[in-house]
């Protein structure tokens, strides 16, 4: 639809930017704080471990003023369950309560509404040894967690996001360094898709509990949802999209707004001998979910074409650039789309599509927890960072955001990543993302300070204005 006019943002649009504790925090083992999953894994080669990262443990006020300064509505940010519980269950830190209290504070005091992510990539290593998320109490671990959170933070957190991308720990777990195979294990897809059952139960009861708890705040998932294409208009290949997206992103939504696996993903696992076992009361733990938003992260879309069942696309894990599912897509490399320097895909109008798909399925109002550009940053001698680039790619996709809203999508916020500068998944600290750039390398600390980038003065300029002038 081509507009004659644009409608505004809100104008309470929680406008502001992501991270998450084990990226972004460092102090990794400091003030009580057990190791979790992200701790104890071997890092890929040539990329920094994570016990410094950005030292935002240490520099928190630091940068929730330079976000205040840049008028942030909102910041999201994971609390570390080892930071409060440091063996998964147990003893609660008073340590960890008091770190996240004073963030939360730090937040209020400039009128940030704190964002929290309750589960960021970063499984306590002592449940990690308990199988995590293949051990059928990892339920009960999960929602026990969330209640101390509840009880000590609720009283000012307003906005909760259960577990960030679960898509993608299920689809690309290795790649993240999640993956928890029990030794002998013989059917692989059952048993991620009996994890991936945990974590959705888990998910509907925190969010039930959050409701009983807390019956003002506001509580979604926040899965990966990217809108998946078909390679051409070939009916074979509009069937593999339907695929790809059932097994990608709606299994998940439908689950946490719907209570139901999606039909398509079901028969496929049912096809394979993989479906999960539902424990009593499973069935109607997820019907009584009901999230009050949906947050998701997006950076690109994925395009797939009609796999016939005689390709080997075994060894696929990496949702990025998926090779397939035997019998049921084949990855298929978008030509009409630029790249980043890390070989994402870009694609500002997919982030349109990819809402009004979802709002028009789920009617839920929409908050963008994660969207940006990982990069290559120089800093000059006079302590700036020129990143034109990233805010480009940050004038593409608001004005998306924006089309989006005047297309009758209701939207509560943008929060893209990151706020500051961390550590990736599996790039290293060389991959940037930041509106403040922090002075360290991949291996030399240097001195963390903190520099405005570019895109800082001009993110500060969007958000004053809210969101009307998207200039240079
Ligand atoms: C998302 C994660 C984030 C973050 C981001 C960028 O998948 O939720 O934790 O890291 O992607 O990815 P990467 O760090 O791999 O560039």
Redo the contacts with the bound molecule.
Sequence with gaps: MIHKTLKPFPKDFLWGA?T?AY?VEGANLEDGKGPSCQDVKVVPEGTSDLTVCADQYHRYKEDIALMAEMGFKTYRFSIAWTRILPQGTGEVNPKGIEYYNNVINECLKYGIEPLVTMF??DMPAALDERGSWGNRDSVDWFVNFAKVMFENFGDRVKYWLTI??QN?LTLSGP??GTLHLPEGCTNELKEIYQQNHHMLVAQAKAMALCHEMLPDAKIGPAP?ISLVYPASCKPEDVLAAQNFNAIRNWLYLDMAVYGVYNNIVWSWLEENDATPEFAEGDAEALKNGHPDFIGF?Y?NTATCEWSDGSEDLSGASDQQTSKGITGMYKGYRNTHLPTTE?G?EIDPMGFRATIREMYSRYRLPLLVT?N?L?AYDTLTEDGKVHDQYRIRYYQDHISQVRLAISDGCEMLGYCP??AVD??????GMV?R?GFIYVDRDEFDLKTLDRYRKDSFYWYKKVIASNGEDLSD
């Design positions: 992501s998450s990226q960021h990539f960030n991308e993608v790649v993240i990966n992260n950076y890390f994402w994660e940006g990982g990543w990151s961390l550590i990736s998944t599996h790039e991959k993302y």
